[in-house]
């Protein structure tokens, strides 16, 4: 059974950093595109980032680009995502999602991930 399981976020004051972290199981870890998304209230579900657990690629969204890094540790079967910068627009539910079918192809769309993790709050205070 793939588990997928976000943590590490909160408040932060605007121009401050969080950093996300999903640790995920139930599958070959090294072999998997793991993506980070997000959902502000009333709005549609976003791509934030992504990363091929393989080598170690990464893509990232226009509105974060320069601000966010993704990186994994394989060992520890976890991907982060680091939050430099902070923005107010940056507030939302954090996703972390798996995609186990051609992951080697990394993107930013939804409906490409198979396994997603409960959400997590960020929020940052202007």
């Known amino acids: 059974e793939v588990q997928v399981v976000e943590s590490g976020g909160g408040l932060v004051q605007a121009g401050g950093s969080l950093r996300l972290s999903c640790t995920a199981s139930?599958?070959?870890?090294?072999?998997?595109?793991i993506g980070w998304f997000r959902q502000a209230p009333g709005k549609e579900r976003e791509g934030v980032s992504s990363i091929y657990t393989g080598i170690g690629n990464t893509v990232y969204a226009d509105s974060v680009k320069g601000r966010f890094t993704t990186s994994r540790d394989n060992a520890k079967r976890t991907v982060y995502l680091q939050m430099n910068s902070l923005k107010p627009e940056d507030t939302a539910v954090y996703y972390c999602?798996?995609?186990?079918?051609?992951?080697?192809?990394?993107?930013?769309?939804?409906?490409?991930?198979?396994?997603w993790g409960q959400g997590i709050q960020v929020t940052v205070s202007s």
């Open positions: 139930g599958f070959t870890f090294d072999d998997a595109a």
């Open positions: 999602a798996v995609d186990l079918f051609l992951p080697q192809i990394i993107g930013l769309n939804a409906y490409e991930y198979d396994y």
